[in-house]
């Protein structure tokens, strides 16, 4: 809360010695730099958290072993550290950001709130990639900008201090973002398995129905 606090004195510090039209002015600013902040966020990453296979490392291409045996080892070693590890730790980088942008653009609502509706969010993008990059990519870009479209007809949003009061709740974000890590990685692992499973038995998603016709 100081954090806030302090910011915020600092900024009416400054805009206390300029004319009211430009105080007015330079709040409305800031309100519609967040906005757009946010809007680029979104644009730019909506079609990563939407894609199944979000990274192209290719790791396999590192297995050099020529025995069947390791070759299948090294394989699954690979891959896990691909897609189980590396994968769900880019999904929750996008997770977090966005949770954050949620702490500042929203009014009234707990942390705790907060992060239930982002893990939610995240969580059905990435479930839907499975069965549809396009669905995917629909819901990635519907919700947040929903979200944001909420926030803007509520009262209050275009003050400059809630902004500022909003960072005194990133604390209690790091404090209870643990839980939603260990979910999105669990997550990650529950629908690999499930396409590896549905690969072995013959059944394709959506998309790949879709190349194939």
């Known amino acids: 809360m100081a954090i806030g606090t302090e910011l915020f004195s600092l900024y009416s510090s400054f805009t206390s010695a300029l004319p009211p039209f430009l105080q007015q002015a330079l709040s409305f600013f800031v309100i519609v730099l967040m906005v757009v902040i946010y809007a680029i966020f979104i ?27 390791f070759s299948k080892f090294f394989a699954t070693i690979l891959y896990i ?11 929750f980088f996008w997770f977090a950001v966005f949770t954050l942008f ?15 509706i982002s ?11 499975y069965y549809s990059n396009d669905l995917a990519k629909d ?7 929903t979200l944001l479209a909420i926030s803007i007809t509520k009262p209050g949003f275009f003050q400059v201090e809630n902004i500022f009061n909003h960072l005194s709740q990133i604390p209690a974000f790091f404090n209870q973002i643990t839980v939603y890590l260990a979910f999105i990685i669990i997550l990650e692992i529950v629908l690999r398995l499930f396409e590896s499973f549905f690969e072995l038995i013959g059944i394709t998603s959506s998309d790949e ?3 194939e016709r």
């Not at 990453?45 to 025995?67: D, G, M, T």
């Not at 550290?81 to 994968?87: G, H, N, Q, S």
């Not at 949620?102 to 239930?116: H, K, P, Q, R, Y």
């Not at 819901?139 to 900008?145: M, Q, T, V, W």
């Open 139 to 145: 819901l990635a870009k519907l919700l947040p900008f």
């Open 209 to 211: 129905e879709k190349g």
């Open 119 to 129: 893990a939610t969010i995240i969580a059905a993008i990435r479930m839907v990639s």
């Open 102 to 116: 949620l702490i500042f653009l929203t009014e009234g609502l707990e942390v705790s709130a907060i992060l239930i």
């Open 81 to 91: 550290a691909e897609y189980i590890l590396i994968l769900p730790f880019l999904i």
């Open 43 to 69: 644009w730019k990453l909506y079609r990563f958290v939407a894609r199944k296979n979000i990274i192209e490392l290719n790791l396999s291409q590192y297995n050099k072993s020529e025995h069947a045996f």
